[in-house]
Structures are given as C-alpha cells and as structure tokens.
C-alpha cells in the first residue's frame, strides 16, 4: 500500500486585478519532521508554483528551517552570500545578522531587539529605497507610499553558486496601512501593497511575455556579473522601479574591490531552466550584470547599453498585474525557487517598529540548469 502526504496544495487566487499564475499554500505538513514522500510533494509544489506558504509555522526552529532548505541541495552547506557579508562595503552588510547557534539563517526586519535566537541588543534596519534610488520619493510621501527596493535574485554571483531556494520565517510583524507602491518611471503604474510586503514576479512568465526574436536572444545570451558585485555597486544609484542601475560612472574601479579572481567571475545563461516542469526563466539580477556575451561571440560591454537591453527585456514582468506583494503574518513561512523569481523588499517601518524575519539560503551545489 502507498504511503500518502499529509500535505495539500492550494494555488493562491490572484487578487483581484491580477494576472498571477504562480504562488500556493500547502497545508498539513510536520516540517519538523519530513518524510520523504512529504518532501516530493513540497518539491513539485515548488517548482510548479514557485513560491510556497506554510501558515502557523511560529515553533519552527532555525535548525528546522535550514534542514528543510538544504533538502532541495543535500550537499550544499555555505550560505547563499558566503563570507561577502563581513566586507564592509557590500551594499548586504547592513542588513543581516547571522544567528549564532545556526549560521546559515540570518536575521533580518526593522527595529531594537533585546533578545532574539542568541543575538543580544540588536538594532534591525528595514532597508529603505532613499537609500539606493537615485531620486526617492519626498519625506512627505513616503509614509503613504513606496517603490520596489531592489529586484533581485538572492546569490553571491561571485565564487558561488546560486542558490536553489531561499526560506523566510515571519517571526514579528507589524501590521500597519497599506501604501501605494509607485513606479515612478512614466508609465504611471502603481499597485496597493501591505507595508514590508515582499514583491514577487514569475521569471517564467518574464521570458513568456517576450517576442519570439527577444527569446531567441534570451536562450542564446549570456550574463557576466560584475566581481564582487554588492561592492562593485556600492555607491551606484537605482532606476525608480527597482529594476537595475542608473549608469553614471559610480561604480567601483576593480582596484577598489576585493581581490579578484577571475575564474571565480560568473557568466551565466540569461536564461535558467526549470529543473521539475522544464520551462525557461529569464533569470537576471538586473543590478548586477556588467557585460552580455551573445551567440555570435561579440561580447556587449557598454554598461549602460547591457543595462537599457535587460530593463527592456524585463520591464515587462514587473508590470503591476504580473506582482504578486505577499501579505504577511506572523509564523507564515515561504519557501521560493531562488531560480525562477525575482523579489524585491517594499515599504518603509518608524525606528520603533519591530519587525523580525529569519531567512535562508544555501550556495547551489551546481550552477543553474541552461536552456539546452
């Protein structure tokens, strides 16, 4: 007799106004203690919906919550950014801090925390857009509204892999207003979010709204990252959609970073496929990129140019009716294909909202699958 799963899988339905087709809850699972025939139906769920949500998952330990995401790469140990984090200049050093009793989760969220998971007296900052865009919205603005932070995939993109999934754990959540998100890029598109909601587009949706010449151009491009990109575009400016770099030379020169080693730069397919239902992602982190190797060997290196090529490509899969702003609740836990999305963190906390999320992800033990 087969042993069934205990879980069940509910698509989210899109809210209304939306054209979201990825997203699913799963209820009924013990992720305290998976089986395996629990975990195939987690990892389908995964990879057909992209981003999974587990309710009412405030117990879970950090120890837990890095066993269930090492389940989707069993050899892979390190986290997702490596050490990158204690270089002071990375634009990621402010925001985490690492438990100490379980290295691979960081914390992240907003406000004082006496006390939380081993970490003493910390002071969490909520990372805000003034901080990256090149022209925030005005002080008086901004408790109504906000804009995309930063669209990214969460990868190191030097050295290490990215990784398969990332896991965040709602552990305090503050539940305030609603503000309206702005693109602020002429089209005149917004969209209502929860305050702190993380936005979420389906790269596989991204690659679908291409033209068919535009998806020849994805499946036989690829990407090189700039070396040690987090402090390469430390003192860059954001587009106000989130969605990669205004170019102005900020920039930091290569003698100004880390050593560098150049087999350790990444070049990657723009294209990544997925490895469950076989579909193709355009999965680029748009701030990141410095140079597009194309099929017919020329390789684009006019920064700006390599910029305006991908914004083009992906402006269209951030369009309001494609995002999908999770509305989160203590002890809501989501998993996402790290491979398959790009997320971006929105909204603004006062200094005294306190805010706590645990995260993690571990470097990939192998790289993204190509198109081919």
């Not at 509910?10 to 979201?20: F, L, M, Q, R």
């Not at 089986?35 to 990879?47: G, H, K, Q």
């Not at 709602?170 to 909601?197: C, F, H, I, M, N």
Request: hydrophobic content about 35%; charged content about 25%; glycine content about 6%.
């Amino acid at each position: 007799m087969a042993i069934k799963a205990r879980i069940t899988v509910h698509k989210v339905a899109p809210p209304k106004g939306s054209n979201i087709d990825f997203a699913a809850e799963l209820r009924g699972a013990d992720l305290e203690n998976i089986s395996e025939v629990d975990f195939d139906v987690i990892r389908r769920a995964l990879y057909e919906n992209q981003l999974i949500l587990f309710k009412r998952q405030q117990d879970l330990s950090p120890k837990a919550q890095y066993e269930l995401t090492q389940l989707f790469d069993p050899s892979s140990e390190a986290y997702g950014h490596g050490k990158t984090l204690d270089t002071k200049k990375s634009i990621l050093h402010p925001d985490l801090k690492t438990i100490p009793h379980q290295p691979q989760v960081q914390v992240i969220g907003n406000g004082p925390v006496e006390e939380f998971e081993g970490l003493k007296n910390i002071t969490l900052k909520h990372p805000h857009h003034k901080t990256f865009h090149q022209q925030p919205i005005s002080d008086e603005d901004d408790r109504d509204n906000t804009r995309f932070y930063r669209w990214h995939i969460d990868a190191a993109l030097y050295d290490l892999n990215p990784p398969r999934v990332t896991s965040l754990m709602a552990v305090q959540v503050p539940k305030t207003e609603y503000q309206t998100l702005r693109y602020d890029d002429g089209t005149g598109d917004e969209l209502s979010v929860p305050r702190g909601s993380t936005a979420f587009v389906s790269s596989y949706k991204m690659y679908d709204l291409l033209s068919e010449a535009d998806k020849e151009f994805a499946r036989t491009t690829r990407v090189q990252y700039a070396p040690h990109p987090y402090v390469w575009m430390s003192a860059a400016k954001s587009r106000p959609d989130g969605l990669g770099l205004v170019s102005e030379g900020r920039e930091l020169p290569y003698s100004e970073l880390p050593a560098i080693d150049e087999s350790k730069v990444k070049v990657l397919p723009m294209c990544w496929r997925n490895p469950v239902t076989n579909k193709l992602a355009l999965q680029v982190h748009p701030s990141a990129v410095e140079k597009l190797h194309l099929a017919d060997g020329t390789v684009v290196d006019n920064l700006e140019e390599v910029r305006e090529i991908v914004h083009r490509l992906q402006r269209p899969g951030i369009a309001p009716e494609y995002v999908y702003p999770v509305d989160w609740e203590a002890g809501d836990l989501a998993l996402f294909n790290n491979q398959g999305v790009l997320h971006s963190v929105t909204g603004s906390f006062q200094p005294e909202e306190v805010r706590i999320f645990r995260q993690c992800n571990l470097a990939a033990s192998t790289a993204p699958l190509g198109p081919e």
